[in-house]
Structure formats: structure tokens, C-alpha cells
């Protein structure tokens, strides 16, 4: 047999090996240092109590004869399906039940979504960005073209018309930035996909921590996107699902004449037996209105979170991208410093851990993750520190 030779394209992932590795050392040098981790990009509060409980009662369901569910239906449970469509159509966006496919979360589907896609397409993917795009993109042997993101454009890069791309892969609000596009900029992507026959693949895993009124919260909400974009959501930032695992996939019949969306559905049930059910009764315990209502007090508890470090930043006159409308805040290493050296100043001078942007792409050399991900208390603390150490 022979191995996939494109596994030999990938560029070792060592970015959060390095940073325990990092950590640990220094808390093994230092044992009463106290150490407070603003790296971490996972939820760190609980299930809604709604959430609890209709996966209890869904538990129960499974071990009574007349209520037990074998394999689901193979797009997902029409229950959640239509959660979905209803959370789409509150902001005006109609999409059918057989447009969203359920699964497992929004990485496995951005990875394998490439099944329909041909090996000869060139994609264009922003840099920095989340991993995830140009590793599966290097798997299969992809041309991949990079688009700058940089402090001259905010960290939003917009279509250059002299560059031809097949597909583009755009997350907005950003990780790692936290940067997210106004109406205008991702209109201007939505039309340089349809002039250049382009798919548009939309990672909208954090359309729930905008709350900017003016910012699309999903592609389709832009003239013409559904003949260009497939977008993908996840209920593991939205509603703490990291370790539970759901996340959907839009596909559009009006993409490319309806094909995809057929191909899409042919590739899941081949390889994809669908999310467990008593997942999906969770997942719509989410849209309820009393889960919308717990779940937004967790959301705004990492606002608040996001919203310390953006007034921190903004008095220090440190430049930075996100912060609002996101859980990410992407900083200027300050005296020009480069994003490992500033890990390690800030590890050692204020016991503070965050993510070197280098880790991201090339333009995140001078750049640096934080996140608002952690304990109220400690966020605040680390805010204090960064005040005495850089004002
Ligand atoms: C966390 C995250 C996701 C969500 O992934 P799941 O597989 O649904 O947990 C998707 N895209 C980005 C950029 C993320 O940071």
C-alpha cells in the first residue's frame, strides 16, 4: 500500500503543544505563581439547565420501547431542522428544511465538505486563520492562495479582482482576529464569488456574539449569497456544545443549480450516520425561549469578559481587532515585538498566558490572541496586570 503523500504538505501543528509545553515549565520554575490562562478558545461555563434537561428527558426516551430512536433521520430530526429555519427566518432569511443538514459540528463538515469539490479547484484563504481550512485543503492537494489580513485593512481582507479563487473561506467574526465584516465587505465577497463563479464557504460559528445590530450574522442575509455560499454554524460557542457536539450545514438549492446540495446529501449519508438523538433534542432546547434566555446569560457573561480586555487595550492605546462582537481580542505585540517573545515577556513579567498570533499564518507575527473565554474574576485580574505591566 501506499500513504497519502499530501500528509507530507502539512505544516507541523505544534502551536498549543508549545504553549503547555511553555507553561508547564514555567510553573514547574515557579510553583506559587499564579497562572491565569486568557489561550483558552473552548467555553468554560455548563449546559443551559434547559439544555440539561431535554437531554435527560431524551436519555429516559431512549431506554422505553415506545420512545426509543434507532438511526435518524438522515439530514437530522425535522424538529431541529425547523429550530433552524426559524432562527434563520428571525433575521429575514428563509431557508427549506432540506437546505440544513445536521451533524456533528461545524469543523468535521468545513473539513469534509471538500468531498464535492473537485482536487483542481484554487482556493483562497485569509491569513491568519483558523487551521482547519488549509490543513484539509493540503490533505487533498489544493492550490491554496492566501489574502492578506493586516492592521492596513482591519483584518479584513477584501476581494482583489485581479485574483481568480474557485473557493474562498471566510469566518466572520473572526478566529483568531475577532474582526467581523460589515454589510458592505461581505457584499463585496458575495459578488466577486457570483462574477467568478466562486463557492463562498461561511464559517459562522460566532454569529452569536454579535450584537451590533448593523453586522450580517449570516451570508445568506447579503443580495445573491445563496447562489454562491454554503455556511456552516455550530452549537459549541453559542450554546456550550463543544464536548456535546451539533453544529448544522446550510446548503442552498440555488447554489449551482441545486447539485451541491444534492451532492452534499449523498456524501453524508454514504459516510455520516447522523448526530445522536437525544443530541438534537438538546440542540433545540437551545432555541427555546427559555434556553435563548440562559443561554444568552453566558454568552454575556464572556462579553463582559471581552469588554474588560477591549477598555484595558483601548486606555493602554494598544491597537487591536475584535473585542466586540466576538470573544476573541487581537493586540499589536507593543514595541514592535514579535508574537513568541511577547508570549514569553507576558508569561514571565505578569503570569499571563494568551496565543502567539505566529501560530495563525504569517501576518500574525506581531500579533497576539486573547481570549474571553475564562473566569470573570481572573479576567479582571489579568486586566490589572496588563495595566501595571504595559502603562
Ligand atoms: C470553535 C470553532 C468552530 C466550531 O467547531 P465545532 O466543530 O462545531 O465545535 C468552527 N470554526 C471556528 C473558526 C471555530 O473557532
Given amino acids: 500500500m501506499k500513504l497519502c503523500p499530501n500528509f507530507k504538505t502539512l505544516e507541523p501543528s505544534y502551536l498549543f503543544a508549545d504553549i503547555a509545553h511553555k507553561v508547564s515549565a514555567y510553573q514547574a520554575a515557579h510553583p506559587d505563581a499564579p497562572v491565569i490562562r486568557l489561550g483558552i478558545g473552548d467555553v468554560t461555563l455548563p449546559l443551559a439547565p ?16 415506545e420512545t426509543f430512536h434507532g438511526y435518524g433521520d438522515e439530514q437530522g430530526y425535522g424538529f431541529l431542522q425547523s429550530a433552524i429555519v426559524d432562527y434563520y427566518a428571525q433575521r429575514g432569511v428563509t431557508l427549506a428544511q432540506n437546505e440544513v443538514f445536521i451533524s456533528d459540528g461545524a469543523k468535521s463538515d468545513l473539513g469534509n465538505i471538500l468531498d464535492i469539490f473537485s482536487k483542481d479547484n484554487t482556493v483562497l484563504i485569509p491569513d491568519p486563520v483558523y487551521p482547519v481550512y488549509v490543513d484539509t485543503n493540503r490533505m487533498d492537494g489544493r492550490q491554496i ?98 464536548g456535546t457536539r451539533c453544529g448544522w450545514t ?58 474588560v480586555l477591549a477598555d484595558t487595550l483601548t486606555s493602554l492605546g494598544i491597537w487591536y481587532t475584535g473585542g466586540k462582537n466576538s470573544p476573541y481580542l487581537w493586540l499589536k505585540c507593543p514595541n514592535g515585538m514579535e508574537s513568541w517573545a511577547f508570549f514569553d515577556f507576558l508569561l514571565e513579567k505578569a503570569n499571563l498566558v494568551g496565543t502567539p498570533g505566529a501560530g495563525f499564518g504569517k501576518n500574525g507575527r506581531n500579533f497576539f490572541r ?13 486586566a490589572e496586570r496588563l495595566k501595571a505591566l504595559l502603562g
Avoid at 454514504?270 to 437525544?278: E, S
Wanted: aromatic share 10%; net charge negative.
Fill in 145 to 242: 492562495l492566501f489574502a492578506d489580513a493586516n492592521e492596513g485593512n482591519g483584518f479584513l481582507p477584501l476581494p482583489d479582482p485581479a485574483v481568480h479563487a474557485d473557493i474562498i473561506y471566510l469566518c466572520s467574526p473572526n478566529n483568531p482576529t475577532g474582526a467581523a465584516y460589515d454589510r458592505a465587505g461581505l457584499q463585496a465577497w458575495v459578488d466577486y464569488a457570483l462574477e467568478h463563479h466562486a463557492v463562498i464557504l461561511y464559517d459562522a460559528a460566532y454569529e452569536c456574539f454579535i450584537t451590533d445590530p448593523a453586522l450580517p450574522r449570516s451570508i445568506f442575509e447579503l443580495e445573491g449569497a445563496k447562489r454562491c455560499a454554503i455556511e456552516f454554524c455550530s452549537f459549541s460557542k453559542m450554546a456550550g456544545f463543544t
Fill in 370 to 382: 486573547l481570549t474571553a473565554f475564562g473566569d470573570q474574576a481572573k479576567t479582571a485580574e489579568a
Fill in 250 to 307: 446550510a446548503v442552498p438549492e440555488a447554489l449551482a443549480g441545486g447539485e451541491p446540495r444534492k451532492m452534499w446529501l449523498r456524501r453524508q449519508t454514504t459516510k455520516f450516520n447522523g448526530v445522536p438523538y437525544i443530541v438534537q433534542r438538546g440542540a433545540e432546547a437551545a432555541f427555546t425561549d427559555q434556553g435563548q434566555r440562559e443561554i444568552h446569560e453566558a454568552l454575556a457573561y464572556y462579553q463582559k469578559n471581552a469588554a
Fill in 50 to 65: 434547559t439544555v440539561v434537561d431535554a437531554l435527560r428527558k431524551a436519555a429516559a426516551e431512549q431506554g422505553v420501547k
